[in-house]
């Protein structure tokens, strides 16, 4: 079946630690995309890559990184700049982010816990 | 710039009566438009969309939402609640070459 994979599902992080969540699709999605969702504050996006090799900063990319090597994959590094990094993080993707076909389809989240 | 406004962000109705969840949207250029749900530590899942075919669309687990142009809205709404729509509902809006943008989310309580 096609569709989206997060690991882990639960992720903890030290104090100066960098992790990575990891999302890879099946979809033969062009483009993909980083949520951050805190309670009460909806979905906040962190980035979003419409093709392979080029990535754009979202609303709150700062403490995070991203890359796009493949067409399947799209990992997100948690780095040790972000203060607050508790949250559940959703991974998503679509056919285009251009034009009439922005249907997103979402992975089933990674939860991350500061130690 | 687009936006959405997600009005409540806590309904609470009882099995059986209507479910109406609001969402009104702010765009310069004609929108995409969106409802989600999401479950309990899942991710979301598409009830319906609207992209410039009929006002009225209609969705999956018998939802249906009306886009109306004058009044900037895109009401989610369902005849009869269910236990199993106790979920947190999003509205996203989308125009010109950019990302989906979500409101903040409504839950919606089912009293039995």
């Known amino acids: 079946d096609g569709g989206i994979t997060q690991s882990p599902k639960y992720l903890f992080r030290k104090e100066g630690q960098n992790v990575t969540l990891s999302c890879e699709q099946n979809?033969?999605?062009?483009?993909m995309y980083w949520y951050r969702q805190d309670p009460g504050q909806g979905l906040r996006l962190i980035y979003y890559?419409?093709?392979?090799?080029?990535?754009q900063k979202g609303d709150i990319a700062e403490g995070y990184s991203v890359s796009r090597e493949k067409k399947e994959s799209f990992p997100l590094t948690v780095t040790s700049a972000q203060k607050n990094p508790t949250a559940f993080y959703l991974c998503?993707?679509?056919?285009?982010?251009?034009?009439?076909?922005?249907?997103?389809?979402f992975g089933p989240g990674t939860r991350l816990l500061v130690l | 710039a687009q936006s959405v406004t997600q009005l409540g962000s806590h309904v609470s109705v009882s099995e059986g009566a209507l479910v109406l969840l609001r969402c009104n949207y702010s765009?310069?250029?004609?929108?995409?438009l969106f409802w989600y749900v999401q479950y309990p530590n899942q991710g979301l899942q598409l009830l319906l969309k609207?992209?410039?075919?009929?006002?009225l669309v209609k969705g999956i687990n018998g939802f249906e939402a009306e886009f109306k142009k004058s009044e900037t809205s895109f009401h989610l709404t369902k005849p009869s609640a269910h236990m199993s729509d106790a979920a947190e509902y999003f509205c996203?809006?989308?125009?010109?070459?950019?990302?989906?943008?979500f409101g903040k989310g409504t839950r919606l309580s089912v009293i039995a």
């Open positions: 998503a993707s679509s056919t285009s982010s251009g034009g009439a076909w922005k249907t997103q389809y």
């Open positions: 979809l033969n999605h062009d483009a």
């Open positions: 890559s419409q093709i392979v090799n080029d990535f």
């Open positions: 765009s310069s250029v004609p929108p995409y």
């Open positions: 609207y992209t410039s075919a009929a006002t």
């Open positions: 996203a809006v989308s125009a010109g070459n950019t990302p989906l943008v």
